[in-house]
């Protein structure tokens, strides 16, 4: 069973940093793609960054977050990580981690609140 536990959320100021994990259990991640999402208050869940399982581990990010936020991940121990910086108060959001395998998993999430 795939399980996501997500951890390392929490609150602040403007310009400050956060380091997000995503603990995996269940399957060889190493395998699969991996990402994170976030959703706002009132609105929709939206993608954040991805990083492939192949090639080095190849990444795309969200416009919004280019240059600010890195995704990494160490396939020895099924954990993936997301590392904020220059954090914004529009980047205060739930932030989930993400798998697919046959169909999406997802953990249950991580409040992050920046203060302005």
């Known amino acids: 069973q795939v399980q996501l536990v997500e951890s390392g959320g929490g609150l602040v100021q403007a310009g400050g940093s956060l380091r997000l994990s995503c603990a995996a259990s269940?399957?060889?991640?190493?395998?699969?793609?991996m990402g994170w999402f976030r959703q706002a208050p009132g609105k929709e869940r939206e993608f954040v960054a991805r990083?492939?399982?192949?090639?080095?581990?190849?990444?795309n990010y969200a416009d919004s977050v280019k240059g600010r936020f890195t995704i990494s991940r160490d396939n020895a121990n099924n954990t993936m990580y997301l590392q904020m910086n220059s954090l914004k108060p529009e980047d205060t959001a739930v932030y989930y981690c993400?798998?697919?395998?046959?169909?999406?998993?997802w953990g249950q999430g991580t409040q992050v609140t920046v203060s302005s």
């Open positions: 990083i492939s399982w192949y090639g080095g581990g190849s990444t």
């Open positions: 993400n798998v697919h395998i046959r169909k999406d998993y």
């Open positions: 269940g399957r060889t991640f190493s395998m699969y793609n």
